[in-house]
């Protein structure tokens, strides 16, 4: 599109998405999921991911387990050509919207204390730090900060 940027579309993810979700997973993480756990993950009726497109094309997603009213959020991604647009924003708000209607009522999530972008997006959705998790993350050791938003 000359000029301008092309709309955005969002869907739930299907398995048939889980080579595209894992180009996307490579690009944001240093221990990425595989290609089958996506593949899995879109086959699982407990769980939900949502998928943010453009020009056909997958360039972020979020997903959650969802047990006893609660969400439990596994992955937001962005790929890094699109970050700073507002994508992560609108999966987020997204995700919520579908979460609530398959009758979460709460939702929670582990996140880098380094990642800052993360946490300003998760703090503006309402989630809060209520704790930590020592050396959660494989590949550094470092802590997982763990968030709760229980009034969705």
């Not at 955005?8 to 221990?31: G, N, T, W, Y």
């Not at 993950?41 to 969802?66: C, H, K, P």
């Not at 047990?67 to 596994?74: K, L, N, R």
Request: net charge neutral.
């Amino acid at each position: 599109m000359s000029g301008e940027q092309a709309a955005l579309c969002f869907r739930e993810m299907v398995p048939e998405d889980a080579e595209a979700v894992e180009q996307v997973e490579k690009a944001c993480f240093s221990i990425p999921w595989s290609r089958e756990s996506f593949w899995k993950e879109a086959a699982n009726e407990q769980t939900f991911y949502l998928l943010a497109l453009q020009d056909g094309r997958v360039i972020g997603y979020a997903g959650t387990w969802l047990v006893a009213g609660e969400a439990q959020v596994t992955n937001v991604a962005v790929h890094p050509e699109h970050r700073g647009k507002g994508v992560a924003t609108k999966l987020m708000e997204r995700l919520i919207c579908e979460v609530k209607q398959r009758g979460a009522t709460a939702m929670t999530l582990e996140v880098r204390p380094s990642n800052k972008p993360a946490l300003a997006l998760y703090e503006k959705f309402g989630l809060k730090s209520v704790g930590r998790r020592k050396g959660y993350y494989q590949d550094n050791g470092e802590d997982a900060i763990i968030m709760w938003n229980t009034k969705l």
